[in-house]
């Protein structure tokens, strides 16, 4: 792999996780006015209208003609969920809280590869799950004054994406990605439009906050387009322990942005999160 391609495919995804934290960011701002179902919908619109560029782009991809329909749909459902559910999360949720509960998820994928990919995890492995499990027990520690609901979501969100990304791999090499993106994509639109006539915003956005919405829906997808380009140029084992920087992001976000800093425990228990998934990571490499 050239130098020059593996340091372009870095800076794409550091480019990506800014992009992801933006919006989260950005999503939590908006809450205050917007009803959660509402802003969920218009990002999928934006990210079903990347998906449909994406297939025209290759125009030999035909969904309907795509292997693993089941797990495709699984897969789409559980990104849906991990939406949905953290977003709602953010209404009450400190941003930088919410994030690290959300990036236990690859604890959880590796807790749950020996039942559902068949793999070894050794106990060098179990010791970083447990300690990153620790990590969120002192987030979430009695007297943290963090919502029991939004808290409970977030939880439900970090499993359903753990799940997502098993499904990721056993997808990987049996589906192309522009069809698994656009499977997912479609899907999520399904999914989130169906709240959302319940919960339309009253009043109706502004064209300025309009315009931040759909700003927002394309920060999102933007997200998307540098995430693909960064795995195009280097591995996705690379790139996994550079996953954390979107904490850091989120952590100096609602800081600085929304002035709730995390405490001592709380930022000792992401300490935790990150190196026990820093660890993980460079194992895979291994």
Known sequence: ?????????????????????????????????????????????????????????????????????????????????????????????????????????PLIMVALSPWLLGERVRPVQWAAVAAGFAGMLLIVRPGSDLPGLGTALMAVAAVSYAIFQVLTRKLSGKVDGPVQYAYTAFICLLITAVPAPFFLPNPW????????????????????????????RVSAATLAPLNYFQLLLAVGFSTFWFQRPPDGLALAGMALIMASGVFLALRRTA
């Open 1 to 105: 792999m050239p130098a020059a391609s593996r340091r372009a495919g870095i800076c794409l995804f550091f480019g990506a996780l800014v992009a992801f934290a933006t919006f989260d960011a950005g999503s939590k701002q908006m809450l205050a006015y917007y009803p959660a179902p509402f802003l969920n919908v218009m990002r999928y619109i934006a990210v079903a209208t990347l998906a449909l560029a994406i297939l025209w782009r290759h125009r030999g991809q035909r969904l309907r003609d795509a292997p693993q329909k089941p797990l495709l749909i699984l897969r789409g459902v559980m990104l849906a969920t991990v939406a949905s559910c953290f977003m709602t999360a953010l209404i009450w949720m400190p941003l930088s809280e919410a994030t690290a509960i959300y990036f236990t998820s």
């Open 205 to 232: 956005p502004g064209p300025a906050d309009m315009a931040l919405i759909v700003a927002l829906g394309a920060c999102s997808g933007l997200a998307q387009i540098l995430l693909i380009a960064a795995f195009q």
